[in-house]
């Protein structure tokens, strides 16, 4: 197989691969300017693939977070079951950890899920990347899984891997997913929706 250069390198940037991607497809992109909250609609994909690329916060010590509508953006409330583990590093080599956080997680709540315990920091060397896959949204049979795994610089200069993973607990379609920070907002940043069949 040939291998492929991509002419536009930064993900952020691509718009075209030169490759066939099978049924992966780039739907929507949305680029943060001092935004409150970015939200996509859903269609009937089978999975959808989220890239979120330098999210960026106007203040301190927030989370990014996520919550679902199932009623076309009116309301964001659906009912989430999650687990949240994180592994930490600071710049100083004098805190490593490998840690399940039960105080973020959720059970049956219907509050956004956050990245939370983290404590995103505003510095301008700081920021959120990550992905979100999110499996089977229009089922009206099943529940709505989803895996979320970020990466971070947090106010006291530490960085964290998250990983979250849970479902959205209705057998009702979910129509519309919001991402938005857990105080002020987001002050730059991109998160590219592909959706796979």
């Known amino acids: 197989m040939p291998?492929?250069?991509?002419n536009n390198k930064a993900v952020a940037n691509v718009t075209t691969l030169p490759v066939a991607l099978g049924d992966m497809v780039l739907v929507s992109s949305a680029t943060a300017s001092s935004s409150a909250s970015i939200e996509f609609s859903l269609g009937n994909y089978?999975?959808?693939?989220?890239?979120?690329?330098?999210?960026?916060?106007?203040?301190?010590?927030?989370?990014l977070g996520?919550?679902?509508?199932t009623d076309n953006g009116s309301n964001y409330n659906v009912t989430k079951t999650t687990t949240f583990f994180l592994a930490s590093h600071d710049e100083a080599d004098t805190i490593t950890s490998l840690t399940y956080v039960?105080?973020?997680?959720?059970?049956?709540?219907?509050?956004?899920?956050?990245?939370?315990?983290?404590?995103?920091?505003a510095d301008n060397d700081q920021s959120i990347s990550g992905y979100l896959h999110l499996f089977n949204p229009s089922s009206?049979?099943?529940v709505k899984h989803f895996i979320w795994n970020t990466n971070l610089s947090e106010f006291r200069n530490r960085f964290h891997t998250n990983y979250i993973a849970?479902?959205?607990?209705?057998?009702?379609?979910l129509t519309n997913i919001k991402f938005q920070m857990s105080s002020g907002n987001i002050?730059?940043?991109?998160?590219?929706?592909?959706?796979?069949?």
């Open 3 to 6: 291998l492929t250069k991509l």
């Open 187 to 197: 002050d730059d940043g991109k998160i590219l929706m592909f959706g796979i069949n």
């Open 46 to 63: 089978k999975e959808y693939q989220f890239y979120f690329v330098n999210m960026h916060p106007q203040t301190d010590s927030v989370d």
């Open 140 to 142: 009206t049979t099943f």
């Open 166 to 173: 849970g479902y959205a607990n209705t057998t009702s379609a």
């Open 102 to 121: 039960s105080g973020s997680d959720l059970a049956q709540s219907t509050s956004d899920q956050l990245t939370g315990a983290s404590n995103l920091g």
């Open 66 to 69: 996520l919550n679902f509508s």
